[in-house]
């Protein structure tokens, strides 16, 4: 009996490198301007962020259906095998609840776990569970342990406006205008499955010394599992910039940056210009 990873697309991870691991992709719906997209499939980050600045409306996202779930468990359990789905925070989507929903016409033979993350947070419970997998864990072993490692990841971002969380109703306009006109950047985290505020930056500049200071506060990264670093929309120039005067935590630590585009799911709230950074804290 094998282990087969289930995932959705709130994690970012590109649904051609999904499929090159091997894994079963399962995409959150997004809506814009009457139009329903698969995120990742149909809308990908690109395409995305050129509606975003095009369009007037505000796009909404929501939860996979227990449907997609349940059709990709049937697969998976009539090859006589265990599925592994991992999930977006519980606390930010239904899509948890969804593939609860889902799992129970399958016994033990299916095991959900809340990532407590979202895009690249999410995405390295997924990778970790990947080398697991390659590992020869059983499934209820590999469950364990990402129930354990998920409480070590760390999701800090820089968000390059205020104006998208206005538009979602989440600040004021005032503050949005106030905020605009200082420069001020919001830094966010995931914190306990939930977007969580750690303070104000103003300017890229103090943003991303921002960024160093809480990496160091959490103890530095761990190379020798997965992390990634992010940005949201069209060009990544003010990752580029992040990554250049963050240059001491990565210096002669790795041979290559991974990098991967925010999409749909948490770029609707973050909008464009938004650059983060996800690992596992260091055990040192």
């Not at 420069?183 to 995931?190: E, L, R, Y």
């Not at 210096?251 to 799911?265: H, R, Y």
């Not at 948490?266 to 210009?273: E, M, Q």
Request: glycine letters at 8%; aromatic letters at 8%.
């Amino acid at each position: 009996m094998s282990v087969q990873i289930v995932i959705d697309s709130a994690c970012d991870l590109p649904k051609r490198t999904a499929d090159e691991l091997g894994l079963h992709f399962v995409s959150m719906r997004t809506l814009f301007d009457g139009v329903e997209y698969l995120d990742g499939v149909t809308l990908t980050g690109p395409e995305f962020y050129q509606k975003l600045i095009e369009s007037d409306a505000l796009p909404t996202t929501s939860q996979v259906p227990p449907a997609d779930f349940e059709e990709i468990f049937e697969k998976i359990v009539s090859q006589g095998d265990t599925a592994l789905c991992i999930t977006v925070s519980s606390r930010l989507s239904g899509t948890y609840q969804s593939a609860n929903i889902a799992a129970q016409a399958f016994g033990d033979q299916v095991i959900v776990i809340d990532s407590e993350n979202v895009t690249v947070g999410e995405q390295l419970l997924v990778l970790r569970a990947v080398q697991l997998q390659k590992q020869g864990w059983s499934a209820w072993e590999m469950a364990e342990i990402l129930n354990h490692e998920k409480k070590q990841i760390r999701l800090i971002a820089l968000l390059d406006t205020l104006e998208y969380l206005k538009k979602g109703g989440r600040i004021s306009a005032s503050a949005a205008f106030a905020g605009a006109l200082l420069s001020i950047k919001p830094v966010v985290a995931i914190e306990n499955g939930e977007i969580a505020m750690l303070g104000k930056a103003r300017g890229s500049k103090n943003g991303s010394n921002k960024l160093m200071e809480l990496v160091k506060a959490s103890n530095g990264i761990d190379f020798d599992r997965p992390f990634m670093l992010a940005y949201s929309g069209l060009s990544d120039a003010l990752l580029q910039k992040y990554i250049s005067d963050s240059h001491e935590l990565y210096e002669g630590k790795t041979d290559a940056l991974p990098v991967c585009c925010i999409g749909s799911t948490i770029g609707a709230h973050a909008g464009p210009g938004a650059i983060g950074v996800a690992f596992f804290c260091s055990r040192g």
